[in-house]
């Protein structure tokens, strides 16, 4: 029988295998993680406060962030709730935790690498529901709607009642033979839950009853072997007024009209980190640790950052006229939003950022491998 194999994406993607050991860059075979350089800063960035959880290694912890809140949890099964830098409370579930956080204004949900869903109130942290996924939960839930949606790691999409954490519906499509490790959220947009899969395939279905809605291809596998032929959705989607756009590993960015799938445009870029999307244009870290620039309205190139070569970038995030990304030595690099060029840099703890960045008011917000959480103010 033909079975699914999660390959796991970090610290790159199968050192082992020759087709992929010139991403790697602790590969003996394999190219260098490039060194920093000496910038001339033409804007500051400013740490505004720090806070600690537990590490998370081998999984990635995204933190939520509600209003001025944030919430984030560590693989030992620790959850804490920080207001403008201030620990409010903390909890230990006596759970091993293997993914982010997701939340709302009432409640946020964390899951388990044995597949335990837990719900705890955002007031105080009480413990409101438990609930079981059919594998372990390696994303953070979505909580919208009265819903709470889950990817697990098996590539399925389930949706829980926020209220008791009954489960409403499961969505699941067939698997290519080899896939990858996704740690990214389902995005929740009025009545559509959006989400990557293996095959290239990005798919909108209703939250009401988990129906497909639509089924847009970002890429096609293509090549010899079933490694050659991984073109995952592996990244959060991003969304702006109509338009959905998302990346694929050895595949392409990709933009669709968000109410019925259509294809606007697309670039052959490869990424598992993702994108984000401002006024004006797309941005992209590719695998080899190039930032792209792209039309937004075109997908045409603007500018190409490619100082930061191999140093496994997380996606970038727009903030004003900057563009921030974080690196595997915890460095968060600063970009001008105009020609790619270094305006900032900020080192953290000197642990890998994997998470993707997250935006605090007017703030950035970073946790890294080794449960740092920094506030920076960049501008």
């Not at 942290?125 to 438990?130: A, F, P």
């Not at 988990?210 to 890429?219: C, D, K, R, Y």
């Not at 990346?247 to 669709?256: D, S, W």
Request: glycine share 10%; net charge neutral; aromatic share 6%.
């Amino acid at each position: 029988m033909k079975r699914a194999l999660l390959v796991a994406l970090l610290p790159a993607l199968l050192a082992g295998c020759s087709s992929l050991d010139s991403l790697n860059p602790f590969s003996s075979s394999g190219p260098k993680m490039a060194e920093l350089q000496p910038i001339q800063s033409t804007a500051q960035a400013r740490l505004v406060w720090q806070q600690s959880v537990g590490k998370g290694d081998p999984y990635t912890f995204v933190p939520a962030v509600v209003g001025s809140s944030v919430y984030a949890a560590d693989r030992d099964g620790s959850i804490a709730r920080f207001d403008e830098g201030r620990r409010v409370w903390s909890v230990q579930t006596e759970k091993p935790l293997s993914g982010g956080v997701g939340a709302d204004e009432r409640m946020l949900v964390v899951g388990s690498r044995k597949g335990d869903l837990l719900a705890f109130a955002t007031a105080d942290g009480k413990l409101l529901w438990e609930a079981k996924a059919s594998s372990e939960v390696l994303a953070p839930p979505a909580v919208a709607g009265g819903m709470v949606v889950v990817r697990s790691g098996d590539h399925r999409l389930a949706a829980y009642d926020a209220a008791d954490g009954s489960r409403k519906w499961i969505y699941q499509r067939p698997m290519p033979a080899l896939s990858v490790r996704v740690t990214a959220a389902p995005v929740v947009v009025d009545k559509y839950v959006f989400s990557g899969f293996p095959g290239g395939k990005l798919i909108a279905v209703n939250l009401d009853n988990g129906a497909p809605m639509w089924e847009g291809t970002v890429a096609l596998p293509k090549g010899a072997t079933e490694l050659d032929r991984i073109a995952d959705v592996s990244s959060v989607p991003v969304i702006d007024g109509r338009m959905i756009c998302a990346v694929a590993f050895q595949g392409r960015v990709a933009c669709f009209d968000l109410g019925n799938g259509n294809l606007m445009w697309a670039r052959d870029i490869s990424s598992a980190a993702g994108l984000s999307i401002d006024s004006r244009y797309v941005y992209v870290s590719d695998d080899h640790g190039a930032v792209h620039a792209l039309d937004k309205a075109s997908g045409a190139s603007i500018w190409k950052q490619d100082k930061l070569f191999m140093r496994r970038l997380t996606a970038p995030l727009a903030s004003g006229v900057l563009v921030a990304v974080a690196d595997a030595e915890g460095v968060v690099h600063l970009l001008s939003r105009d020609d790619g060029s270094f305006a900032a840099r900020l080192s953290t703890d000197g642990s890998a950022v994997v998470a993707p960045l997250q935006r605090l008011g007017n703030n950035l917000l970073v946790q890294t491998r080794s449960g740092g959480l920094f506030a920076i103010d960049a501008q």
